[in-house]
Each structure stands twice: as C-alpha cells, then as structure tokens.
C-alpha cells in the first residue's frame, strides 16, 4: 500500500499544462456528445480525442505554432478552423445540421462493433448480429474479457468485484441480483456495453474490477418517433422477448419511454462428486424453470433554458420465476465404491421480485466548462420466494427407506435512499471536479423454516429467524486533470465513511447475533499520458478500490439446498480491497496493450466445508490474499472493404493464499490465458454477417475451484428491410457447445469434482422495425445515486 501511495503522490505532483478546451453544441445550444475532435500540426495528427457526455473536451496544445481544430459529428455540417498558439479561452464549437433532408441523403455509419478508446472499450451491441435476439445477460458474455459463471458471479479480466452500472448508474442490486434483472431484459434494449478497467474517483469506489457500463437505446432525432422489436429463441426450450418504445422532443420538453417482456423455459444442470468423510456422493440435479418479466422505463427532460435541465426517471423490474429441481445422490462407501442408498430430492420453488426506482436529477451548463449536477433517488426492492423439498432415501432396489419433507419462505425487504451533487470547472488550465454522495440502505430478510410432518408445515422455531442490515456511506472525492504538450495527468482523491448494523433476531433468543462496524478509507486514483510521437502513446495509471459485501452473503441464515446440502451467510464478513497499477500503450489509437498487477487483500471466495457428518455448508469466506499479474493486447482491423476484424487476447497469473484452520488451506498458482475475436462482414448494401469467437485455457474460480477451458463459436446473419426502416437478424451461439463448465476443489478432506452447464446453444431470430419522425433527439443519459446499492441484493 505504501508503494501505490509514493507513486500517486508522484503522478500528483506532475508539472502543470497548457490544453486547449472547448465544447461543441448544436444550433439549440445542447450538447454533442462523442462528435470528434481531431488537431492537425504541420498536415499530421496532432492529438485526437471525442466530446464528453457534456459537450466537452480537451487537447493538448504545443508551446507556439499553428494548429487545424477539426471537428465532425453524424448528420452535421464538418467544422474547422485555425488556432495559433497559445489558445488562452475556451472555444465554442457550434454545429449545423446538414441542409439536405434524410430523403434525400443517406448517412452511412461504419461504426466498428469494438472500440479500444483511452480509458475504456466499447462494444457497439446495437450494430451486432450474433448480439441480437437473447438477453442482456447473454450480450455481456460476449463482451472482451468479461465472463460470467455458473452462480451469475462476474469477473473481468480473471477479477472478481465488477460493479455494473446502467445508463452511467450504479445499480444498488447485488450482481447476482442484476445477472436476473438482465437475464429478463432483452438485448434488443442496448446499444453498448462500456468496459473500464481503472476507474477515476468521480466514480464509486465499489467494484475491485472495474465498470461494466451498460448503455440502453435511446432516440436520436426531433419529433416523435418509436421503435417496436421481437424476438424468438430456442435452445432446448422456445423463448420470446418484445418491446417498444417511444420518445417525443420539443424545445422545452423530452418525454421518453420504454416497455419489453420476456418469457421463456429453461433447463440447467449442476453436478457434484464429493469425497467426504469415507464415503463418496455422486449427486447430479436438473433444474427447469419458467420465467416471465416485465421491465418498463418512463422519464421526462424539461429544459428550463439553454443551462438548466430538470428530469424525473422511473424504473421498473417485475418478474415471475417458478422451477422444479430433480437432484439424485448415490452415496458409497470410499473403499469399495459400492452405493448404500440413493437420496432423491425434487424441489419446488416460486420467486417473485418488484424493483422499483425513482430519480429527480438538476443539471446547470455553462459555455464556460463549469456544470452543476444533482440528484435525488429511492429504491424499492420486494422478493417473495418460497421452496418445497421432499427428501427420499432408496435401497438399490428403488424402495425407500425413509424421507424428510421441509420447506421455506423467504421475504426480503430493501430500501434504498441516496443524495448527490458534483461541481466541475476550469481551473488553471485544467478540469477541477469536486463531489458528494450519500446513501442509505434497510435490508429486513425473514426466514421461515418448515418440517412437514403428516404431510402438513410445522414451523421450525430453530432453523427460523430475521436479519436486519442497515448501512450508511458518505462520500466526497476531489480530481484534477490537466495537459500540458506532450503529458496529460489526473490526480484523485475518494473518501467514503461506511457505518453498518447487521442483527440477527433467532426464535431462540440465545442465538441472536449483533455485528456492527464503522470504518473510513481513502481511495486514490491517478493518471499520468505521454504522446511520444503521433503514433505511440503511453500511460501509467494507480487506483484502490473497495467491493462490500452482498446483503444476502450477510444474512447467516442456514438454507438448505437439500438433505446433506446448505447454504449459510457470514454476518463476519470483511470488504475487500484491490490496489492496481496499469501501464497502456496505445499504437495509432488503434492498437492499444497493457500490463497491470492487482494486490486483493481479504478476497471472497465461495467456499464448502465439512460440518458434521455428511453435511457440508457452503458459505462465503475472506480468503488472506490473491495476486494478480496481467497483460492484455486488442486491436481492430480492415483485412478487407467487407471484412473487419477486432482482435483481443489476454494472459493472467493468479496467485490464491489462505488458511482457514490446521489442515484446512488454499494455496493454488493459475496462469489463464484467453482469446475473444469478432469478425463483421459487408457482403452488400442489405446483407452482413457476423462471426465471433471466445477462448478461456484453465482457470480459478471463487478461489478454490480448478476449472477445465472453454471455448464458443457464435455465427449470424443480418438484412435490411422495409426501405431500411426494419432488420430481421437469424444467428446461433455457441454452435459446438463447448461453454459448460467443469471444475475440483480441495479443501482438507473434502474434495469436489464439479459440472454443470446451462442452454448455451441458441438459435435466434430477431425482427425491429423504425417508425415515426427520424428527427428526434436521444433521450438525455444522466447518473443516479443507486445503482451501484443494487449490485449488492441478491
């Protein structure tokens, strides 16, 4: 730690720079967002980069000489002019619509379906085939260097604590809780996932991996227009997703909306081989579930003048989810292999979850560079879910023996509050930004426990309880950033305070347990770029980063999977804490690789141990430590006028260390390597294709399981229709089936050899179509406080 904080104070105390800044609006006075700015010294490029979510910018600007400011943007008349150095005031950039009506123009945009920028990768899912027709859940596998495992646990880059943001908000919901919500959602909703591997401190300190920013669709023109899709998948179940949307804009007022539903059946398996205490479990379960959801999103712009926004946003998740889960457990003696008896347990179970948020968010904007935002949110978050198992032991012959019956129901109750606001200016000749967040959050989980005996549900005052978690955060970060000719830096500084209850309140009053903890940490984030020449440019970045614990993996309630299987929260368990250093090296602002080390301290890891007999807990644990060193290496590339690739690949050492107990460690050394290409081709004005490919060599997860590779092939095809108003998209994934997953832990006497996998081969076809005014602006994208709470419920 002491290392990573010399070095922050070293990139902190850079030289200051001269930058040329700037904004570029249209003929309203509204901010462009992403048009490109590129400057040109002496018929070369100078510097390059693109307008912030504000309109903003800023280049680096050499001691004296000339310069040619070059700005475009899609739909707008080119703009530029000469600049002779030094530029001392900012530049107003103000952009005309091209004259022409879109009748009698047509715009072609050669948008690539990966972007390697400075501080993120974006993947354009809007323009993707393979992409199209499933879940968003299914869009974010297919991301470069994000995987998703069998529990919804997503990693980015073999690490752990991704936080997921949805329109550039944090989501209070627990990752797990998100793959749900996104597994219902569908793709057809998004137009890019943003990857950020290092984030800066105007962002949350949550998440030891990163930001995964997943952008929704928005309108882009006047007018009123819409858009309506439908989609039919089919593995070894039929699946359905439609939505619609809608979007009016005037000079006063936007008004948008957005309503799909999904439906579907699904099957996954999971298979566990246990060695435990002498005897051998082979249990293998199938689980087919039905699902239907209803995601539904309304809000409002009102434009008080050109400097002052005010918006109201809600969002609403509501889902249905019942399932039946047959599980099979042979158990034998070790020595002579010869199975005993067999457990048979079928559960029924029913879910149901109603997310509701609410946003109030102020904006003001100056030409000058300085804005003012501010935001206000609640969060609602119900779950009923309920559970019946029937346990039967059976002699090889089929008779049983004997049987045990319990069931459970399980309501959660979450509230989320938060307030927020953010001030950015120019300040000699940088960008100063300052801020203030604070977040409330009230977890109340029930857990009722029944033995049927008779066939009807007694209530098991032992096993039955209630968790209350309540937890506070204030936040208040300070950044700068600045360039002067060749370098660029930014300097950050986060401090979070985190005051936590969590109680839990047994039947038994002997059994309730308090844990309460009040803490402070300081999160720097720093950045240093050098431009060597207009081909290479290199960059050195620090950052710490927090990953709290989810509600759920609090809750210490014992939950029964079945007969010799639990689950159990750790009402004791610690955040972890990631320091990373990256160095990138950008070639052309096309080919872009990095080396980096992460130090996780207190790293969660899923682990199951042996309790008593043939019983085994599986509950979440602080491992001491995991180290990882990293290099990474993308780039897109034109083989030819029809075929475009972009390439990725990546390798990681990992290093896992704990011990829990004499006898009872971890100590495991990975190398992974992985590999992820997407080929698109034009093969004429109506068609193209689309090809992508995936590859993971063995890896680690949850800490201690030692998984096999895997690998996916995705395929489709895609045509315009209907005057290029509709697409319909037909396209396959993994078409070998090589994404189920196996994997061995060993922790003292226990060993697991585990499997399992879930309908990863999908045939899709997708239809949208257009309609209305194609003059209509995007619906204004803006941040709320939640987001990043819901990571956290499960």
């Known amino acids: 730690m002491r290392c990573f904080t010399f070095l922050w104070l070293l990139l902190a105390t850079t030289a200051k720079a001269q930058t040329i800044q700037g904004s570029v609006r249209n003929e309203q006075g509204e901010p462009l967002v992403n048009a490109t700015i590129t400057a040109y010294r002496d018929s070369a490029v100078w510097k390059y980069t693109l307008s912030d979510n504000k309109g903003t910018f800023q280049l680096a600007q050499p001691a004296a000489g000339k310069l040619r400011l070059y700005v475009s943007y899609k739909g707008y008349q ?20 091209m004259a022409q009506s879109l009748s009698a123009v047509t715009v072609n945009s050669n948008k690539p379906l990966i972007e390697v920028q400075p501080d993120k990768t974006v993947f354009n899912v809007s323009g993707s085939i393979v992409g199209s027709g499933g879940s968003a859940l299914e869009v974010l596998q297919k991301s470069p260097g994000v995987l998703v495992d069998k529990d919804d646990n ?8 991704v936080r997921i943001y949805i329109d550039g908000r944090p989501s209070p919901l627990s990752v797990q809780e998100i793959a749900a919500q996104l597994r219902t959602m569908p793709a057809a909703d998004i137009d890019a996932i943003e990857i950020i591997t ?14 995964i920013n997943i952008r929704l669709k928005k309108n882009k023109n006047y007018g009123t227009n819409g858009s309506i899709n439908t989609g039919w998948n089919l593995g070894l179940f039929p699946k359905y997703n439609s939505g619609v949307s809608l979007n009016h804009r005037n000079k006063k007022i936007n008004l948008f909306s ?45 434009f008080i003048n050109k400097q002052q926004t005010l918006g109201v946003l809600v969002n609403t998740n509501l889902s249905d989810n019942s399932g039946r889960t047959r599980s099979l457990t042979p158990i034998a003696a070790q020595d002579d292999k010869l199975v005993v008896q067999t457990l048979e347990a079928i559960t029924q179970s029913e879910r149901r979850r109603t997310n509701i948020s609410a946003n109030i968010n102020y904006r003001f904007a100056d030409t000058a560079g300085s804005a003012l935002t501010a935001d206000a949110d609640y969060g609602y978050y119900d779950m009923e879910a309920s559970a019946f198992t029937p346990n039967y032991y059976r002699n090889n012959a089929g008779a049983i023996l004997y049987q045990t019956t319990f069931g459970n129901r ?10 927020q606001a953010s001030w950015e200016q120019n300040w000699k000749g940088g960008k100063l930004n300052v801020g203030w967040r604070s977040t409330w959050a009230s977890t109340n989980n029930t857990f009722h426990f029944f033995d049927y005996i008779n066939n009807a549900p007694v209530l098991s005052e032992e096993r039955s309880n209630r968790f209350n978690y309540n937890e506070n955060i204030n936040a208040a970060y300070l950044q700068y950033s600045k360039q002067k000719g060749a370098w660029s830096y930014q300097a950050g500084l986060r401090l979070e305070h985190t005051a936590s209850l969590g109680e839990l309140i047994a039947s038994q009053s002997n059994k309730d347990q308090r844990v309460q903890r009040n803490y402070i940490n300081l999160f720097p984030t720093s950045g240093i770029t050098y431009q060597l020449n207009k081909n290479h440019q290199l960059g050195l970045s620090l950052g710490r980063r927090i990953d709290r614990p989810s509600y759920q993996d609090l809750n210490p309630f014992e939950n029964r999977i079945d007969e010799l299987t639990y689950q159990k929260g750790n009402p004791f368990l610690r955040p972890q804490f990631t320091n990373n250093i990256e160095l990138k090296h950008t070639y052309k602002y096309k080919l872009s690789s990095s080396i980096g080390f992460s130090d996780v301290q207190d790293f969660f ?12 807990f599986i509950t979440t644990r602080n491992l001491a430590s995991q180290k990882i060193w990293s290099l990474n290496t993308g780039m897109p590339f034109a083989i030819a006028k029809w075929w475009n690739l972009y390439f990725n690949a990546g390798v ?53 399981y030692e998984c096999r590779s895997m690998w996916s092939l995705d395929a489709g095809v895609q045509t315009k229709l209907l005057r290029d108003k509709a697409t319909l998209k037909l396209s396959i994934s993994d078409i070998f089936r090589r994404m189920p997953w196996e994997g061995t832990s060993r922790l003292g006497q226990l060993r697991i050899d585990a499997s399992g996998g879930w309908e990863s081969r999908q045939l899709r076809l997708n239809f949208a179509y257009r309609f209305g005014n194609k003059e209509v602006k995007a619906a204004r994208q803006r941040k709320t406080g939640l987001d990043d709470l819901n990571n956290r419920v499960q």
């Not at 899923?606 to 085994?616: F, H, K, L, Y």
């Open 78 to 97: 080119d703009w530029d002019s000469i600049l002779t150095m030094p530029v001392a005031i900012a530049i107003q950039v103000n952009m005309q619509r």
């Open 154 to 161: 997503i990693t980015m880059n073999a690490k752990s604590g």
């Open 198 to 211: 290092n984030p800066s401190a105007r962002y949350e300190a949550a998440g030891n991996a990163g930001i």
């Open 258 to 302: 957005n309503y799909s539903y999904n439906k579907g059946r699904y099957q996954s398996t999971l298979n566990l081989f246990r060695y435990q205490n002498d005897s051998l479990f082979d249990q293998r379960s199938q689980t087919n579930s039905r699902s239907k959801s209803h995601n539904i999103k309304a809000g409002a712009d009102f």
């Open 410 to 419: 399980t309501p959660v109750r979450i509230r989320f509050y938060s307030l």
């Open 605 to 616: 890891a899923a682990i199951t141990d042996t309790i008593e007999g043939r019983r085994n």
């Open 652 to 704: 990681n050492h990992s290093r896992y260390r704990a011990q829990f107990e004499p006898g009872k460690e971890v100590r495991i050394n990975a190398t992974v390597a992985n590999i992820y290409q997407q080929h698109s081709f034009t093969f004429s004005k109506k068609w193209s294709g689309e090809l992508s490919c995936f590859y993971m060599s063995p890896y680690v997860w949850a800490g201690n």
